[in-house]
């Protein structure tokens, strides 16, 4: 038997707050990642840092902000009230040391935990902070948080704070800043702060409107009628319907996406359907009143209580009741003072009824074939945990994902090396079928289309979803993108929301291998890093191309789906191009389409 490793006065070990969160990133900021998704830490960052600066504009301090990123260095000046000079070092790098504790200088603020700056400060390579305060100022200059520099001095400058950081390339490597990602971030700021101006590379992102401004981006010509907004000093609302399926919501709390939702998304729904009751005199089901239905809500909450420290999920249930009086209350109110957009709302819910009853129709007839598919589903190799589900090692929810495959040679290569824990796959029989076009009863008289939907735990809503990631997992040639295209057509046809809510990914699998033996073995992703990697290898160097993922063996595909899995997020700027997109590209053949695949298509000479 072995000797167990020392374990006495010398094994404990005391980090300072900087050191933790350089060891433990992704306590604090969630996901690390290199900037290809919206989520990754690089964007917590800057979130963090813009935050304080909306944080002043709500305390009625400051109406414009100027970010600045370039050469991945990242720059925000506001015009608030700037950071006490005194406690300016302390501020930016002790955690629980901040001004947000103090509900009267603020009282509705984004960050209340003394978490953010400090956590920038920790993970970048550079970090300068400036406060200037009645014609006083303060810099202090850090190094991956440790303090190298601090002056202070007189100043004609006025009030506010200016913050510079870039993060640290050794633990964010190959990181690059997304434009349209912080297009998006800013332009959600001036949606939820109207009367702000944020100038993002000298560039001007303001709204007049707020919520009512972002639904009309976002819906653009595919609303019913005109958007209904209301706000108060705690609440902020708008909605509209549109003539495609399912529901689409966004959530915010003192300025925060909740990309997840929580209490004050279900409020606000319950609102709107209590709303509509109230005014129509009668008692819809909740379904015949969502579907179609686009949504926004903001609230502003004193101590507001998250899942995480990302702060997705609202969990306060406080705040229920509050909310769905007042969206009840004023949307009732509106219907009656507007009769003309009253009836095209009730007209729209009696067609989702007669809708949702030529669905159940077409249930009852698939009954049978459900109920057994529910015992099992064939086509799915499930995990043992969901999302929702008591987990029992330390794995989260966000871990759990599902494989879209084609066919069974794939799905072999797979379930012999994934995480049964928390990997599921799902292996498709040939082509799905080209949903563009159809209504929602196709999904119940299509076996494979049935089958997907209820491996995914998606039928009713897909707050059901059982899966936090949704993978597609398709080969590198043709067959394999129209596969991945007829997919993604399925989702934002019938599940948009899916998409929207980051769920929906590609798995990037190596096109190549180059070795000269199996030990020095290099996969690669594009050619380019083929070519590097025979360069390195010499001129014995054998290149494998991979054509389908079934080629690869089981032994080498586990760490593809492992730790150093690669997944690419669909993501969409908005709503509103969905139906043209689908439209062109899954529609009827058009001399428009020939023309632009015969323009863009790229046929590699290694295929």
Request: aromatic letters at 10%.
């Amino acid at each position: 038997m072995s000797t167990p490793p020392v374990y006495d006065d010398g094994s404990i070990k005391t980090l300072d707050s900087l050191e933790h969160i350089r060891r433990r990133p992704g306590m604090y900021i969630g996901r690390m990642g290199d900037g290809s998704h919206q989520d990754d830490g690089i964007y917590v960052l800057l979130k963090e840092i813009v935050d304080n600066s909306i944080d002043e504009f709500i305390m009625g301090c400051g109406k414009r902000i100027e970010i600045t990123v370039a050469d991945g260095r990242v720059k925000v000046r506001d015009y608030g009230r700037g950071i006490p000079l005194a406690r300016l070092v302390d501020c930016v790098s002790i955690i629980n040391t901040g001004g947000k504790y103090n509900d009267e200088a603020f009282k509705f603020s984004i960050g209340m935990n003394g978490v953010g700056t400090k956590a920038v400060n920790a993970l970048s390579r550079f970090f300068k902070v400036r406060s200037v305060r009645d014609g006083k100022f303060r810099e202090a200059y850090f190094e991956r948080g440790i303090l190298k520099e601090s002056i202070e001095g007189d100043t004609d400058e006025r009030n506010g704070t200016y913050t510079e950081f870039e993060p640290d390339a050794e633990l964010f490597p190959n990181y690059a800043y997304r434009e349209e990602y912080i297009e998006k971030r800013i332009w959600m700021y001036a949606y939820l702060n109207s009367g702000l101006s944020l100038y993002y590379n000298n560039e001007r992102y303001y709204s007049s409107d707020g919520l009512h401004d972002l639904l009309e981006a976002e819906t653009g010509d595919e609303k019913l009628y005109d958007v209904i907004s209301f706000r108060s000093k705690e609440i902020e609302f708008a909605l509209t319907h549109s003539d495609r399926y399912g529901e689409i919501s966004f959530s915010f709390v003192n300025g925060q996406f909740t990309h997840d939702g929580g209490t004050h998304l279900s409020a606000f729904k319950e609102g709107v359907l209590k709303g509509i009751n109230e005014f129509s005199g009668k008692n819809y089901k909740a379904d015949d009143v969502r579907d179609g239905l686009i949504g926004a809500v903001a609230v502003k909450v004193m101590e507001p209580i998250f899942e995480s420290q990302t702060k997705n999920k609202l969990g306060n249930t406080d705040i229920r009741g509050p909310v769905v009086a007042a969206v009840k209350d004023a949307l009732a109110d509106y219907l009656y003072k507007h009769s003309e957009t009253a009836e095209i709302i009730m007209d729209k819910i009696v067609r989702n009824e007669h809708m949702h009853r030529e669905i159940q129709e077409v249930k009852k007839k698939s009954r049978e074939s459900q109920q057994k598919t529910r015992l099992r589903n064939p086509k799915l190799k499930d995990c043992k945990y969901h999302v929702g589900d008591k987990w029992p090692r330390k794995v989260e929810p966000k871990d759990t994902m599902i494989f879209l495959t084609e066919g069974n040679s794939a799905a072999g290569s797979l379930e012999v090396c994934r995480d049964v824990d928390c990997q599921a796959i799902f292996a498709l029989r040939g082509k799905p079928l080209n949903c563009y076009g159809m209504k929602r009863d196709k999904i119940y008289s299509n076996e494979e289309l049935m089958f997907l939907t209820l491996a995914l735990g998606i039928e009713e809503d897909i707050e059901s979803l059982r899966y936090d990631k949704v993978v597609i997992a398709t080969d590198a040639d043709v067959d394999g993108m129209h596969i991945r295209n007829l997919l993604l057509t399925y989702f934002l046809t019938f599940f948009d929301q899916l998409v929207l809510s980051g769920h929906l990914y590609i798995l990037e699998t190596p096109l190549f291998r180059v070795r000269t033996t199996p030990k020095d073995s290099i996969y690669c992703y594009s050619e380019a890093e083929r070519d590097a990697a025979a360069a390195k290898l010499g001129k014995k160097a054998e290149i494998t191309r991979f054509k389908g993922l079934g080629e690869i063996s089981p032994k080498e595909f586990g760490q593809f789906i492992g730790q150093d899995i690669r997944l690419q997020p669909v993501t969409l700027e908005n709503m509103r191009n969905i139906p043209e997109m689908l439209g062109f590209f899954m529609g009827t053949n058009t001399p428009e389409r020939k023309e632009y695949i015969m323009t863009n298509l790229e046929v590699s000479k290694y295929e």
